[in-house]
T-cell receptor
Framework: GESVGLHLPTLSVQEGDNSIINCAYS??????FIWYKQESGKGPQFIID?????DKRQGQRVTVLLNKTVKHLSLQIAATQPGDSAVYFC??????????????FGTGTKLQVIP | DVKVTQSSRYLVKRTGEKVFLECVQD?????MFWYRQDPGLGLRLIYF???????EKGDIPEGYSVSREKKERFSLILESASTNQTSMYLC???????????????FGDGTRLSIL
């Protein structure tokens, strides 16, 4: 909901420009990464993912870049639109005890698109 | 499309009450999760389940319990609600290890719970 956006770093982008949202992850053993978008009043929605054997993956208007050397993930949104305004956060997956995947979520970045 | 449905969008309860939050998914996912989301703290895992009748503690299980009697349904229980449990609660599901693993979680739209 609206309170999700409080206390978060905010990126303000002009409509039509490209947006770059960054995420630093913590564990070098993480092997699967996901970006989520959370609009006001809704649950997080899957955008794009990338596995650790890749360094770039493209979707529709979105690209995810993975730099394992510095444990950094970025989400690029081309031609940003007002509908892209939301909180974006990354998630890292690694094998947990018992074979289950351990997922850690970042705290998020709020993207504001200026019309 | 995967559908994760949480029974209530908004809920108001009183301190000391036993509270049930229900979640249903329709994609035969093995894994189900309960998170709470608070400003500045992000998503914190309360409990998860990787199979019927199985459960594992997450990062903040104190004051909560869960039930998974059927594959599609995962319930979160606040045994005796307290004001510090006022939060947004999010349910999610994903494919399990036996279903291929390493897949994104799919979330419901959340239940905003207020404890008075």
């Amino acid at each position: 909901g609206e309170s999700v956006g409080l206390h978060l770093p905010t990126l303000s982008v002009q409509e039509g420009d490209n947006s770059i949202i960054n995420c630093a992850y913590s564990n070098s053993a993480s092997d699967y990464f996901i970006w989520y978008k959370q609009e006001s009043g809704k649950g997080p929605q899957f955008i794009i993912d990338i596995r650790s054997n890749m360094d770039k993956r493209q979707g529709q208007r979105v690209t995810v870049l993975l730099n394992k050397t510095v444990k950094h993930l970025s989400l690029q949104i081309a031609a940003t639109q007002p509908g892209d305004s939301a909180v974006y956060f990354c998630a890292e997956n690694r094998g947990g005890s018992g074979g289950y995947q351990k997922v850690t979520f970042g705290t998020g970045t709020k993207l504001q698109v200026i019309p | 499309d995967v559908k994760v449905t949480q029974s209530s969008r908004y809920l108001v309860k009183r301190t000391g009450e036993k509270v049930f939050l229900e979640c249903v998914q329709d994609m035969d996912h093995e894994n189900m999760f309960w998170y709470r989301q608070d400003p500045g703290l992000g998503l914190r895992l309360i409990y998860f389940s990787y199979d019927v009748k199985m459960k594992e503690k997450g990062d903040i299980p104190e004051g909560y319990s869960v039930s998974r009697e059927k594959k599609e349904r995962f319930s979160l229980i606040l045994e005796s609600a307290s004001t510090n449990q006022t939060s947004m609660y999010l349910c999610a599901s994903s494919k399990g290890v036996r279903q291929g693993g390493n897949q994104p979680q799919h979330f419901g739209d959340g239940t905003r719970l207020s404890i008075l």
